[in-house]
């Protein structure tokens, strides 16, 4: 099944997609800031959730854990 048809791998991919991001960002930031517009926009805006809201992210990813884990 595809991962637009079922919530839970949409969920993990896309904080998965915020994780990696805020992580490039991190070490490369020159690879994502001259990316701000267009397609590509959506990595930088990816990362910038990553960055501000860190901790929710962080929260959301630990409660995907555990539904993976235990249901």
Known sequence: M???FN???????LLLLVCTCA???AIYPSLLDKN???ILGIFWKAARIGERKSPYVALCCMA??????FW
């Open 7 to 13: 919530f839970q791998s949409l969920l993990t991919v």
């Open 23 to 25: 992580y490039v960002r």
């Open 64 to 69: 995907m854990a555990a539904s993976i884990l």
């Open 36 to 38: 701000k517009t267009g």
């Open 2 to 4: 595809s991962a637009i």
